[in-house]
């Protein structure tokens, strides 16, 4: 890599997350947790879908996805950042920084497209149930999941293709406990503005898209139901509330980041904390608390083990 850019930096010194001995402590302590949690929580959709045959519809299958997919989001960051929080000397090698940014924004490609189906799932079910089977057939879901991951690689490599010519003689340091384009790129012996808006334009125009997307979507949810149900929109707002909090919550920092110029503050590193550690978190609990399917499919496993535990 260093041959291909001329770059005489081998290593980026990640400044992370600043604090006392004490509150690093604390931190290490909670993401440990938090991302035991987001493992064990995902993988355990994930095997519940394919275990259990009632769960075996487009919306599961895509919940699926995002579950695995979420399992690869954080895992691109938390691992190194608990481990950085208990270490002085905080370093990522000049590889190991350029695969992490491939990762981060593959992986936040493929989730973008991810959630757009899952909001076409809900358009489908809700205003064209009759359809629904014919619209969300085997073959589309499929073919949706390709298309997240063929999104994600292209808008992966057409921000990384800029970046990976660019020489870096020094300064090292990057104020965030990952690495990221904005963060990077603005390290470059070169004049990196154009590059900046590009990667600026790409993620930004991207993340607008999509949240915007997905809010014309769920509009015309809303009004369809509102218009066939005499004004009651009760049952489309808790059908969808999981999806929108889910959003909200992915998006606000993406947005923060990558929708206008990059930002000289290092208030993003907290906020991308939602997408790479709370949101995996918490969509295993959204999406099972408030989900009846899930619940009983729980039941149904429990039941199922205690019946062969005895027999």
Not at 11 to 28: M, Q
Not at 160 to 178: A, E, K, R
Request: with cysteine; aromatic share 14%.
């Amino acid at each position: 890599m260093d041959g291909l850019n001329g770059s005489v930096v081998s290593e980026f010194v990640l400044l992370g997350l600043s604090g006392s001995w004490e509150t690093r402590v604390i931190l290490t302590l909670t993401f440990s947790l938090l991302y035991l949690g987001i493992i064990l929580g995902n993988l355990f959709i994930v095997f519940l879908v394919i275990a259990d045959s009632h769960l075996h519809s487009p919306m599961y299958f895509l919940l699926a996805n995002l579950s695995f997919n979420d399992v690869w989001v954080s895992s691109t960051t938390v691992p190194k950042m608990i481990f950085d929080l208990l270490s002085e000397h905080k370093v990522i090698s000049f590889q190991g920084c350029m695969i992490q940014i491939c990762f981060i924004h593959m992986m936040g490609g493929v989730e973008m497209v991810l959630l757009i189906a899952m909001a076409f799932d809900r358009y489908a079910a809700i205003c064209k149930p009759l359809h629904y089977l014919n619209i969300m057939s085997p073959k589309r879901c499929i073919l949706l999941v390709v298309i997240g991951w063929v999104t994600g690689v292209i808008h992966t490599m057409s921000q990384f293709s800029f970046v990976m010519n660019l020489p870096f003689c020094g300064p090292n340091t990057i104020d965030s406990f990952y690495c990221d384009f904005p963060r990077v790129i603005q390290l470059a012996c070169s004049d990196a503005e154009k590059f900046e808006f590009v990667v600026a334009a790409n993620s930004g125009f991207m993340s607008m898209g999509t949240f915007f997307l997905l809010l014309l979507s769920y509009v015309f949810i809303l009004v369809t139901v509102w218009k066939r149900s005499s004004g009651d929109l009760s049952k489309a707002l808790v059908t969808l509330s999981a999806h929108i909090t889910v959003v909200v919550l992915f998006f606000t920092p993406c947005m923060f980041l990558y929708v206008w110029p990059f930002p000289t503050s290092s208030i993003d590193k907290y906020l991308f904390i939602a997408d790479f550690a709370i949101t995996p978190a918490l969509n295993p609990v959204i999406y099972t608390l408030r989900n009846k399917d899930i619940k009983i499919s729980i039941q149904r496993l429990n039941k199922q083990g205690h019946y062969n535990r005895f027999c």
